[in-house]
């Protein structure tokens, strides 16, 4: 299994992107999808998270200007960011939950993309 995340970039303060991730191998079921980041210096954080039932977590920090959204027949995750801040520069993660047959699941994580919010 692997996840290929894209759609990261410069972007001016205020701006919008909108990231990517690809799920791909031997898939039985995807469960809960996410995305996290790191910013210089400091820990990952949880940005936002999916579950198959529909249900959205977000950061407080991101509420309101992201947006995630899953296409469950392509195996794809999305995250819409508008209002971006130069606080929101970090490398961005996708996350997935997947299982590969009837009894065997993992986490399993994309290589990251990097997001830079600057004038």
């Known amino acids: 299994v692997q996840l290929q995340a894209s759609g990261g970039g410069l972007v001016q303060p205020g701006g919008s992107l909108r990231l990517s991730c690809a799920a791909s191998?031997?898939?039985?079921?995807?469960?809960?999808m996410g995305w996290y980041r790191r910013a210089p210096g400091k820990q990952s954080e949880l940005v936002a998270r999916l579950t198959s039932g529909g249900n959205t977590n977000y950061a407080d920090s991101v509420k309101g200007r992201f947006t995630i959204s899953r296409d469950s027949a392509k195996n794809a995750l999305y995250l819409q960011m508008n209002g971006l801040k130069p606080e929101d520069t970090a490398v961005y993660y996708c996350?997935?939950?997947?299982?590969?047959?009837?009894?065997?699941?993992?986490?399993?994580w994309g290589q990251g993309t990097q997001v830079t919010v600057s004038s």
């Open positions: 996350n997935a939950h997947i299982s590969t047959n009837w009894t065997t699941s993992a986490y399993y």
């Open positions: 191998g031997s898939i039985f079921g995807i469960y809960e």
